[in-house]
């Protein structure tokens, strides 16, 4: 099937500093990726959704400034967290589907850790 | 809004045992249906799905019937292996291409 790859797989940083997560589709092109953040023992909340070549639409709750979302190419989109707090500690998950997919066939990435100190 | 209800896991069971994980949901309309499985360090596949009421998704052993009456997507095997261990995910999608996902069932089976 087709392949979704985040990065890091885990990352640790300091409060007030800035963490990019790339999330790329690997074997097809994606024209719709997916943001999802997952608490311990609670559902998938997503995020926002972003679109190549155009603003990310954020799910309301979901800072914008906070959580900047780049999806600047077909294969590739990044989440970056600015100016990260303990609170934002989490594992964020991306997702994509081909422009041309069946309703609901979604592609899943390994997951983000992201611990703030 | 359309929501997901899963049950409370863990589930823990010995192996070939039966496996029912409970999944009711809201929506207003005539979602699709879905389960997807995350096994440990790996990201989330889908297991099976539904598209419309009465149907049945099934693979490796998995089923889940859309009942449109109860408003459920259970799912079932018949005979759980070690290797099944994994947190499961019901999720509903309807209209756009975002899923609402439960929060996950972790089932733990032992030999």
């Known amino acids: 099937g087709a392949v979704v790859s985040q990065h890091p797989s885990r990352v640790i940083c300091k409060s007030g500093t800035s963490v990019k997560i790339e999330c790329r589709s690997l074997?097809?092109?994606?024209?719709?990726m997916f943001w999802y953040r997952q608490f311990p023992k609670q559902s998938l909340m997503l995020m926002a959704t972003?679109?190549?070549?155009?603003?990310?639409?954020?799910e309301q709750g979901v800072e914008k400034d906070k959580f900047l979302i780049n999806h600047a190419s077909l294969t590739l989109s990044t989440l970056t967290v600015t100016s990260a707090h303990p609170e934002d500690s989490s594992f964020y998950i991306c997702?994509?589907?081909?422009?041309?997919?069946?309703?609901?066939?979604?592609?899943f990435g390994e997951g983000s850790r992201l611990t703030v100190l | 809004g359309d929501s997901v209800t899963q049950m409370e896991g863990p589930v823990t069971l010995s192996e070939e045992a039966f496996l029912t994980i409970n999944c009711t949901y809201t929506a207003t309309g005539y979602p699709s249906l879905f389960w997807y499985v995350q096994y440990p360090g790996e990201g989330l596949q889908l297991l099976l799905k539904?598209?419309?009421?009465?149907d049945k998704g099934s693979n490796k052993g998995f089923e889940a019937t859309y009942r449109k009456e109860t408003t459920s997507f259970h799912l079932e095997k018949g005979s759980v292996q070690v290797s099944d261990s994994a947190v499961y995910f019901c999720a509903l999608l309807q209209g756009g291409t975002a899923l609402i996902f439960g929060k996950g069932t972790t089932l733990s089976v032992s030999s």
């Open positions: 972003s679109n190549e070549g155009s603003k990310a639409t954020y």
């Open positions: 997702s994509a589907t081909p422009g041309t997919s069946k309703a609901g066939e979604l592609f």
């Open positions: 074997d097809f092109q994606a024209t719709t």
């Open positions: 539904a598209t419309k009421a009465d």
